[in-house]
């Protein structure tokens, strides 16, 4: 076949004549005629190449396909397929070597570029076109544009991918709800296998946990709207439900018509409990398990909303724990968290389930009785607690003792919001805790003035150590036999520049709760110790001096060291001291009260139990302590000359410190005959307004010059 380059002048028809075969004379055959419109209007690119890579014949889809307005500009511009055409030109070598080798390609796929510059995807049929020798005259063949295709497919993969590798589980079910296809991941999820999930009815939900109208309310939702959202409760293979996302989509044919629906599965049971975690620990005290602060408020409000509409009353009980710091400072703070512990399953034991306990932080706890007959019905509860609270706790293998203080708001009258009834009980324990005999206190309106009284008082106070404020005042202890003054108990005045002299039972337990007391009691301590000196010096022929060591001192780990550089500092003889403890500060933690009294006797002072018999646990811990001195409570004189029971308890007192060795001081003696009965039981020491009342070092000084009188 001769031709022009560049110039075709026949059609694929011609082809025949190239190979030899017979074809018609006439000009142009209806045969021809047909191939040609065949070859025009074909959808796929037709072609002629010869070997080298020119094209000979092309079709104006051909040209088309690559980018060209014309099968002539196609020829003209494309004369180096390899170079030209072929974005990898080794891909023309392929092709010549299966025609070489075969004669054929079949679905030869390669990228190429246009002609703009843009690169496709197309696929190509051909076959060689031989001469008589069998020698390659050119190749023809068909080219078709995949690009889109390989878009797909390239989709279809990445979309596989997703369904294979994603963490979500995917469950596809057709139009009748049966499970077609089902990803690892939701394998993973549940533990159910594919062959278990295909071709079976749709059954995801855990039984129990939904209504009946759950799944169709879902499915009619994704037919309205094509896709639904929302949390519900799936099942393992085991049975065990959790809390997933789920997700479904529909896939329409393209009729339109619902195919498919996907349904996706998202595992949100840890997410969930996290969730909740974090809302429990915004709600409760993480120590004790108890509503805290906010929680007990919003609970508190709720219930006085019940109370109003249902005109019932409720009760708040307001509680603190009296020597929790000592405990805390002394023992540690995790003595401290497992005594709360302790105190919080006190509190739910001596409540009712409709009760609210709650921990408002530190030692406060507070509890709220809802539907309260009358005032009677919170004292007899607050009584309940107290009684629980008797018995001692063991913390760290150790026996400790720690009351609550409480106190007791009641709605409507104290107040109609939570937090004028959390207020009011507040400050109703505070007087509580004032006074030892009353452990729990209702509120009354007089309590407002006298909590901004002590306000008054705590700020006043914390600027009288700098100002020399407070002096001592001395009480005189005489001798029963001769009424001689033969020692003194150191009292603490705060001389006030407005109030005048205020007695210790009105400031000393705000100076413990303001962190006052330890610098308060050392100065106490020596100025005490310093008169003593100078009374000796001056020769007042008294045997000792006694203060008093409030429980937050005895229980600071500074103690022995104050008491070592005061004696250093006085020059006191240490025989010459006395301190005085209460009970209550003993039985805090009495192992370690032991060790600091055994430490204090060392130093070679004298010890005593102030208030002695009004403890907890003074008979079953005294004759370990080792102490020189009880001193009888005023409780048991006041009534001594008229009421039999006390001089039993007084003269039984009395011979169980003989017995233990131990010295005895009767103290607030009134009256001769309160003297005379505890003489006659032997009580070597009497302290009481009998004898004189706390006078200053002076006055004091004066008075014991002179003799007893007769």
Request: aromatic fraction near 8%; charged fraction near 25%; hydrophobic fraction near 40%.
């Amino acid at each position: 076949m001769t031709q022009e380059k560049h110039k075709p002048t026949g059609t694929m028809f011609q082809s025949m004549v190239a190979t030899g075969e017979k074809t018609p004379t006439t000009a142009t055959s209806d045969a021809e005629l047909q191939y040609r419109s065949i070859f025009e209007n074909a959808v796929e690119g037709i072609y002629q190449t010869t070997v080298n890579g020119q094209y000979l014949r092309v079709n104006p889809a051909l040209s088309k396909i690559y980018g060209y307005e014309s099968p002539e500009a196609l020829i003209d511009d494309l004369t180096d397929i390899a170079g030209q055409l072929y974005l990898d030109p080794t891909r023309r070598d392929a092709f010549k070597k299966a025609m070489a080798d075969e004669g054929i390609v079949r679905d030869f796929e390669a990228q190429i570029y246009r002609a703009d510059g843009t690169i496709i995807w197309i696929t190509e049929n051909a076959r060689c076109v031989r001469g008589a020798a069998g020698k390659i005259l050119y190749y023809e063949g068909t080219v078709e544009d995949i690009t889109r295709r390989k878009a797909d497919e390239q989709q279809i993969r990445l979309l596989a991918k997703v369904f294979e590798s994603v963490g979500d589980g995917i469950l596809i079910v057709d139009r009748d709800l049966v499970v077609r296809a089902v990803n690892p991941a939701y394998e993973t999820i549940t533990s159910f296998s594919e062959q278990e999930l295909t071709d079976k009815p749709l059954d995801i939900l855990a039984p129990g946990y939904h209504e009946k109208t759950f799944l169709p309310a879902i499915w009619h939702e994704v037919n309205l709207r094509g896709t639904w959202t929302g949390e519900a409760t799936c099942r393992r293979l085991d049975g065990t439900p959790f809390v997933a996302t789920l997700s479904a989509s529909t896939v329409k044919d393209e009729n339109g018509e619902l195919s498919h629906t996907v349904i996706t599965c998202a595992d949100i049971s840890f997410r969930k409990k996290q969730e909740h975690r974090i809302k429990h620990q915004a709600s409760y005290d993480f120590l004790t398990n108890l509503p805290n602060r906010w929680l007990i408020n919003d609970r508190l409000e709720q219930a006085i909303s019940r109370a109003f509409r249902q005109k019932t009353v409720l009760s708040v009980l307001y509680l603190d724990l009296n020597g929790f710091k000592q405990i805390n400072d002394g023992m540690g703070h995790q003595a401290g968290d497992e005594l709360l512990r302790s105190v919080a399953s006190r509190l739910r034991s001596s409540t009712r389930l409709s009760d609210i306990v709650g921990r408002l932080g530190g030692d406060e706890f507070l509890i709220v009785a809802t539907d309260v007959n009358d005032q009677n019905s919170s004292k007899k509860l607050a009584d309940k607690i107290l009684y629980s609270f008797a018995h001692p706790f063991v913390i760290e293998g150790r026996e400790i003792y720690c009351l609550p203080s409480i106190g007791i708001s009641h709605y409507p009258n104290d107040g109609n919001t939570a937090q004028l009834l959390i207020r009011n009980a507040d400050m109703a324990m505070f007087t509580a805790k004032q006074n030892k005999a009353r452990t729990a206190v209702c509120f009354e309106s007089h309590m407002l003035s006298a909590a901004s009284e002590r306000l008054s008082i705590e700020n006043d106070l914390r600027r009288a150590l700098e100002r020399q404020e407070f002096v001592l005042y001395f009480q005189p202890k005489v001798e029963s036999a001769s009424h001689g003054i033969v020692a003194a108990e150191a009292l603490v005045r705060w001389q006030h520049p407005e109030r005048g002299l205020v007695p210790p039972g009105a400031f000393i337990s705000f100076a413990e709760e303001c962190g006052l007391i330890a610098a308060i009691g050392e100065w106490t301590l020596r100025e005490a110790c310093r008169q003593f000196v100078s009374w000796r010096a001056a020769g007042l022929s008294i045997k000792s001096v006694s203060v008093n060591l409030s429980p937050v001192q005895f229980l600071d780990s500074h103690l022995i060291d104050v008491v070592k550089r005061i004696l250093n500092e006085t020059k006191i003889d240490p025989n010459c001291l006395e301190l005085e403890l209460t009970e209550g500060a003993m039985s805090v933690d009495i192992e370690k009260a032991i060790t600091t009294l055994g430490t204090l006797k060392a130093l070679g002072v004298k010890l005593s139990i102030d208030d002695f018999g009004t403890g907890y646990s003074s008979l079953a811990y005294l004759k370990r302590l080792p102490i020189d001195i009880v001193k009888i409570d005023r409780s048991f004189v006041k009534d001594l000359d008229h009421n039999p029971a006390d001089s039993d308890i007084v003269g039984a007192i009395i011979g169980l410190a003989d017995r233990l060795g131990f010295g005895v001081v009767a103290e607030g003696v009134e009256t001769a005959g309160q003297a005379n009965i505890l003489g006659a039981t032997q009580c070597a020491l009497l302290q009481g307004y009998l004898f004189g009342r706390p006078l200053n070092a002076v006055e004091f000084a004066r008075m014991a010059s002179k003799p007893a009188a007769p």
